[in-house]
């Protein structure tokens, strides 16, 4: 097997240098920067570092889409099929894209021939709580970068897909791992950590693009050290929140979660990088009184030296998992003739932050699902309201050894979970892949051990309609309007994008890329992959046509967490393929 895996390589590597390798250049940080602006090219996950998911691509729009053709194909093979999550990236006519199992590929972008793989060596042991999922990689110089399983950063040979350097970034045996897209920003490489439900601590840290060699590292739980990297030597860098114990008890702080396994955005007019953080650890809230800073926030960093800016908690003493990782992303709008410079961010616990994000105030929040039962309302500095008869019980309070069950919506899987929404600089709304359900849950009694999983709580998972649990929703953040929306049989556990055109593009688990009217919501197009999608779409233009690209394979958190959703969705097919489609000339 090994042997046939080095001869495939050979061959394609050779491919690569006789048929393409004249026409390749090394990523520069300016191609990222204006990749929101480039047609030609997709070199960030997100299409921009600003993430908004919106192309200026028109050729594609809602007349001729019906005449959108399928024209390759490509299979990642093997028996490793589970959730596939990635956003392609397109480069000088070649497809970069990650697969399940911490896998990469190189693929021609016009024929779908396969250049070239890599295949990390997991070891045993790995702890991934969500499925064996990969978000993304990302390019620069001559690098493919991405992360693994095992917490690992690992710099591949663009042209080749050899290692150039390998770095460790947590210890997998304590429950790290990693399975955002790296970002990648002014030559440096920044990532953040999964694990939250093993009780890691949380962090972001960045690395240098081309060497490997780290630069600073910043914890997302209150009383941990920061560092920066002189040469060699580590530096002190300040506390995180200033020193431990102010809003944990006694030694929760150190395994207190807030895992960043989401990944960020950057906005380059403020120069700040907004990463999201996970669920505080346990996630038995009676354990830990206080407001468990900064687990379930938005942290605003420096990105020279990772010190937080500021930061926004969404579920303060968070006891259903809600998390606050969710994408914060930059758009600008104009408010009685002035422009706000903002952030809006659609949490797990269903309600849509509008922050100004140079100071991380709040601006307006509001639901963006239809059943909130956990807070009635968010007060004038975005605080939750809380209803306490709907948080779970406090097991040590009670005979049983379950604390009280309450039913509260949304459920842990969130209002809205990892899969990222878009905004259009068009129609200025919001395109929100969200979900309606409600949970069971209880607290337990837990005691942490190193790679155990940390929970202290159990749960089980119903939809709130028998027709629909999935919702694509145009919202509109100036005024919480839900424009239109378009109800899925399914969840939705994929991305968005959308287009200068006005068209969103998606897809579900039942398999079909969709396109819609960003307007009016009117589905104009639909194909079946074959296997349920819960990758991002994206667009770009190649050879004077304008193509679209999406990942395919049924997997990810649903099927693994889902209780009675998961019965919903268990016959559909796993799968593991990229979906390649293009606008013939004939019809732009």
Same mark, same amino acid.
């Given at each position: ?6 001869? &495939? ?23 990222? *920067? ?15 570092? !600003?993430?908004?998911?919106?192309? $200026? ?13 399928? %024209? ?5 093979? /093997?028996?490793?099929?589970?959730? !596939?999550?990635?956003? $392609? ?92 897209? $790296? ?5 440096? %490489? ?55 114990? !102010?809003? +944990? ?30 669920? $505080? ?19 605003? #960093? ?124 068009? &129609? ?13 849950? +209880? ?11 940390? *929970? ?14 999935? %919702? #694509? ?50 589905? *104009? ?12 779409? %994206?667009? +770009? ?7 679209? /690209? ?16 998961? !019965? ?21």
């Amino acid at each position: 097997m090994k042997q046939r895996h080095v001869q &495939t390589f050979a061959i394609s590597a050779l491919v690569v240098a006789m048929g393409l390798g004249a026409q390749t250049h090394a990523v520069t940080n300016e191609d990222i *920067l204006n990749d929101h602006l480039s047609v030609d090219r997709i070199v960030t996950d997100g299409m921009g570092l !600003q993430k908004q998911r919106f192309s $200026p691509l028109t050729k594609l729009n809602p007349d001729n889409v019906q005449e959108l053709r399928p %024209v390759w194909a490509f299979s990642f093979g /093997s028996e490793k099929q589970r959730g !596939q999550e990635s956003q $392609p990236i397109v480069v000088d006519g070649v497809m970069y894209v990650s697969a399940s199992y911490s896998r990469v590929f190189a693929v021609d972008a016009r024929t779908g021939e396969e250049l070239w793989e890599y295949n990390a060596r997991l070891p045993d042991g790995i702890m991934p709580c969500c499925d064996v999922i990969n978000r993304g990689v990302a390019v620069y110089d001559n690098l493919v970068i991405f992360g693994t399983l095992d917490a690992r950063l690992v710099a591949l040979d663009k042209d080749t897909g050899r290692v150039v350097w390998r770095k460790t970034v947590g210890d997998y045996q304590e429950g790290y791992s990693i399975t955002a897209a $790296p970002l990648v920003v002014n030559g440096k %490489v920044i990532t953040g950590v999964a694990g939250g439900e093993f009780g890691i601590v949380g962090k972001v840290e960045a690395y240098d693009a081309k060497t490997g060699n780290i630069i600073w590292s910043r914890p997302t739980v209150e009383g941990h050290m920061g560092y920066v990297w002189e040469g060699d030597t580590q530096v002190e860098k300040g506390i995180t929140g200033g020193e431990a114990g !102010q809003s +944990w008890p006694g030694d929760l702080w150190k395994t207190g979660g807030a895992a960043t396994w989401l990944g960020g955005t950057y906005d380059p007019d403020s120069n700040l990088l907004f990463f999201g953080t996970g669920n $505080p650890a346990p996630w038995n809230s009676h354990l830990r009184p206080g407001d468990n800073l900064y687990s379930a926030s938005r942290l605003a #960093l420096n990105p020279d030296t990772g010190e937080i800016v500021w930061s926004f908690q969404t579920t303060p003493n968070d006891g259903w998992d809600y998390d606050g990782v969710n994408e914060v992303i930059p758009f600008d709008y104009q408010d009685e003739g002035q422009t706000v410079k903002a952030v809006a961010t659609a949490d797990r616990n269903g309600f849509f932050y509008v922050l100004q994000r140079e100071t991380g105030e709040f601006i307006r929040g509001f639901p963006f699902v239809d059943k909130i039962t956990w807070a009635s309302g968010l007060d004038d500095n975005g605080r939750p309201i809380f209803v306490d008869e709907n948080r779970p019980g406090n097991p040590a309070k009670t005979e049983d050894t379950q604390g009280v069950t309450v039913t509260t919506a949304p459920s842990f899987l969130g209002g809205k979970n990892w899969m990222p929404m878009a905004y259009s600089q068009e &129609t200025g709304l919001f395109y929100v892949p969200s979900n309606e359900w409600e949970m069971d849950i +209880w607290n337990e009694d837990v005691t942490y051990r190193k790679g155990a999983a940390y *929970l202290g709580a159990g749960f089980t998972i119903r939809p709130l309609n028998e027709d629909y649990i999935g %919702v #694509l929703r145009a919202m509109d953040p100036k005024t919480g309007e839900e424009v239109w929306r378009y109800n899925n049989y399914a969840p939705l556990w994929g991305g968005v994008m959308t287009t200068k055109s006005n068209l969103v593009f998606a897809g579900n688990p039942e398999g079909y890329l969709m396109a819609f009217d960003a307007k009016t919501g009117e589905m *104009l197009y639909r194909f079946n992959t074959g296997s349920g999608i819960v990758g991002t779409p %994206v667009t +770009w233009e190649m050879d004077d046509e304008q193509y679209v /690209s999406i990942v395919s394979g049924w997997g990810g958190a649903v099927p693994l967490w889902g209780g009675e959703v998961a !019965q919903r969705v268990s016959a559909f097919n796993q799968g593991g393929s990229v979906f390649t489609f293009k606008l013939p000339k004939a019809y732009e």
